[in-house]
């Protein structure tokens, strides 16, 4: 991340959030924002709207709300668009999903209806258990100016201030980065070229990342993750973050994880099962798609746990991840943890984990933050990799020389530091020493508690 700038730009006018995918995650988003917008609807789950923020010493009482604190913009300025491989609108999209109920989005009928998705970018070697009816025709390079001239028409139409991209796409077929993505210069004669190891969602991502538009990816695809994206968004000023939203099993193997290595118990094994039968689960019926899902799913527990620090412990982890396509489940997930561990004198324990939970509806407050946080990152002059994003991520998008983050408690505490560094505000290390007398142990005496006001905030940065 950039240092921290001297200004950030107010969050005046319209956003625009464009999502390449418009099926379960997003319409069960975009709904969901169109209820709050008639007070209809709660944004459970999401940071930016419902959680606080410690500002200085636990004394002085100082909590205010993070939406509060940081100049984001607000539900009310959002516009929403897209693009997807079929041709329903979102609300359509949003009855054939099941994640809300008929009744649910009756009162933002006409909004959802009104949002019609712009055909797709699609590479049927990609997506293998999709056939898509609403997509673009071109080179590589072709479609990504399509994709350029969609953004800045909608920009226009919409009267927009700002726009967002936001990956809700499907998980494409697992790839691995090769020489043309290892320069912009190789990357643009590839897309002219029409190389077929550019996946579609790499097609949106340079789009976005060339017209200076933020770009968060949603699923495990390989999409911004290589260097001549990272180049082109340090390039163009474009805050970028991914991959794959931490929604149910994983965003529990986060939590689990790092208790077992902080109190020093060891891990022999951990098999996760999951059954799903929404269009992801579709998708992931596929082998190559679950292969770029496995990758997210299963990097977590090495990095958390660190077998090289603690070999007696982590070094022989049998680590066993299975997706299966269940149709009849729908978006309502079920995920099974069986994990195998030991204590004192190697003795053998047990914990299960069955989490039944919607994928949907842990997904759609992330895209709500990260659009909201890309936003307020663009407007700060941050550029490149948003390694504070971490915490909404599988696999978490970092500097190639660093080990990405994965304890969810870190992340949060990287993202709630990196607000309070933008605002001018103390970082937090919870050290507690200084609350007491070195010599004496004696506590210090607090001084009364002083609500948070937005005029007392101690900030040593400019708010334009």
């Not at 080990?403 to 607000?419: G, R, S, V």
């Amino acid at each position: 991340m950039n240092k921290v700038p001297s200004k950030i730009a107010p969050a005046a006018g319209r956003l625009g959030i464009l999502l390449p995918g418009m099926g379960a995650v997003t319409s069960t988003f975009i709904a969901g924002v169109e209820l709050m917008k008639k007070g209809l609807g709660k944004p459970i789950g999401s940071l930016t709207q419902l959680q606080t923020i410690r500002l200085g010493k636990r004394y002085e009482g100082r909590n205010p709300l993070i939406k509060d604190f940081v100049p984001l913009a607000g539900v009310e300025s959002l516009v929403f668009g897209g693009w997807d491989l079929f041709d329903d609108n979102v609300y359509e999209a949003a009855l054939k999903a099941g994640v809300l109920t008929p009744e649910q989005i009756a009162p933002v009928k006409k909004e959802l209806s009104a949002i019609v998705p712009m055909p797709a970018v699609f590479d049927q070697d990609y997506v293998k258990n999709l056939r898509a009816t609403h997509v673009k025709e071109g080179t590589r390079w072709e479609l990504a100016q399509q994709v350029m001239e969609d953004i800045e028409n909608f920009k226009r139409k919409n009267k927009l201030d700002r726009v967002v991209m936001i990956w809700c796409g499907s998980t494409e077929v697992s790839t691995e980065p090769g020489e043309i993505h290892g320069s912009l210069e190789a990357l643009e004669e590839a897309m002219k070229d029409d190389d077929k190891s550019i996946p579609p969602s790499m097609v949106y991502a340079y789009a976005a990342i060339k017209l200076g538009v933020p770009y968060a990816n949603g699923a495990p695809n390989l999409s911004a993750d290589v260097p001549a994206m990272v180049e082109l968004a340090e390039q163009t000023g474009a805050p970028i973050a991914g991959k794959d939203f931490k929604t149910g099993q994983t965003m529990m193997k986060t939590v689990i994880g790092p208790a077992l290595k902080t109190r020093m118990l060891g891990l022999n094994g951990w098999y996760s099962t999951n059954i799903l039968g929404n269009r992801d689960g579709e998708v992931l019926d596929d082998p190559g798609s679950f292969r770029s899902k496995e990758k997210t799913k299963t990097s977590v527990l090495d990095t958390i746990l660190e077998k090289e620090l603690y070999p007696d412990l982590y070094s022989k982890i049998s680590h066993k991840v299975r997706i299966d396509y269940y149709p009849p489940r729908g978006d309502a997930k079920e995920g099974w943890d069986n994990i195998d561990i030991f204590g004192w004198l190697g003795m053998p324990m047990q914990i299960k984990i069955n989490f039944l939970c919607r994928d949907s509806i842990l997904a759609a407050p992330l895209v709500l933050d990260l659009a909201l946080f890309l936003d307020l990152a663009k407007r700060s002059g941050l550029s490149g990799i948003q390694e504070w994003l971490s915490f909404y991520f599988k696999g978490p998008q970092c500097r190639p020389d660093l080990k990405p983050e994965h304890d969810l408690f870190t992340q949060h505490l990287k993202l709630k530091n990196t607000l309070r560094l933008l605002m001018g505000e103390e970082t937090l290390d919870h050290s507690g020493l200084d609350y007491y007398d070195a010599e004496k142990g004696a506590v210090h005496a607090a001084p009364a508690p002083r609500p948070y006001k937005k005029a007392e905030s101690k900030k040593k940065v400019k708010v334009a």
